[in-house]
T-cell receptor, first 115, second 114 residues
Framework: GAGVSQSPSNKVTEKGKDVELRCDPI?????LYWYRQSLGQGLEFLIY????????KSGLPSDRFSAERTGGSVSTLTIQRTQQEDSAVYLCASSLAAGGQYEQYFGPGTRLTVT | GNSVTQMEGPVTLSEEAFLTINCTYTATGYPSLFWYVQYPGEGLQLLLKATKADDKGSNKGFEATYRKETTSFHLEKGSVQVSDSAVYFC?????????????FGTGTRLKVLA
């Protein structure tokens, strides 16, 4: 079946611009996660959505970052006023539910380069 | 807080050599443990997992045993192939937050030479 998809695969933007990154999780998966993979910080958690519950935003690095999940499916991560330190690969993952027995399935990522 | 410590890479081996990549963790509660692999130019793929102490995860010749007494989840393979060249990530699923978000190790790059 279809896996997690993300778009765009690559994004180059100028410092100060806003960007939107999209994630389509696996159909039927209620839990959705965003992570960031960067050279300096490794893989770090950003935000989590589960059904209609309030998201866990504890990993967002600044208030320039926000995300939403519409209809319990597609999610969009928005970065406002991008900075060079935002350059990274942004990964989306989904799982059937939130629980230790459920593995997360990762998308291919969006490589963001801020010039 | 919860954390994962993974051996530094890169690890370079000859084909058919034995592989061990060390992973230890610090956790409150009872996390599930995972190994993910990232092949060049590809996304993260689950390699194996273990959800409780003494469980052994295995896949594609790789194995790892959840050792609560040593808080470890070392990855092993008896005979590596060139196609195993990739970056390997150890991760735990954090049960304390209610989100079960992953906490990852820094990754270990493996290069297998023919």
């Amino acid at each position: 079946g279809a896996g997690v998809s993300q778009s765009p695969s690559n994004k180059v933007t100028e410092k100060g611009k806003d960007v939107e990154l999209r994630c389509d999780p696996i159909s039927g998966h209620t839990a959705l996660y965003w992570y960031r993979q960067s050279l300096g910080q490794g893989l770090e958690f950003l935000i989590y959505f589960q059904g209609n519950s309030a998201p866990d935003k504890s990993g967002l690095p600044s208030d320039r970052f926000s995300a939403e999940r519409t209809g319990g499916s597609v999610s969009t991560l928005t970065i406002q006023r991008t900075q060079q330190e935002d350059s990274a690969v942004y990964l989306c993952a989904s799982s059937l539910a939130a629980g230790g027995q459920y593995e997360q399935y990762f998308g291919p990522g969006t490589r963001l380069t801020v010039t | 807080g919860n954390s994962v410590t993974q051996m530094e890479g890169p690890v370079t081996l000859s084909e058919e050599a034995f592989l061990t990549i060390n992973c230890t963790y610090t956790a409150t509660g009872y996390p599930s443990l995972f190994w993910y692999v990232q092949y060049p130019g590809e996304g993260l793929q689950l390699l194996l997992k273990a959800t409780k102490a003494d469980d052994k995860g295995s896949n594609k010749g790789f194995e790892a045993t959840y050792r609560k007494e040593t808080t470890s989840f070392h990855l092993e393979k008896g005979s590596v192939q060139v196609s195993d060249s990739a970056v390997y990530f150890c991760a735990l699923s954090d049960p304390t937050s209610g989100t079960y978000k992953y906490i990852f190790g820094t990754g270990t790059r493996l290069k297998v030479l023919a």
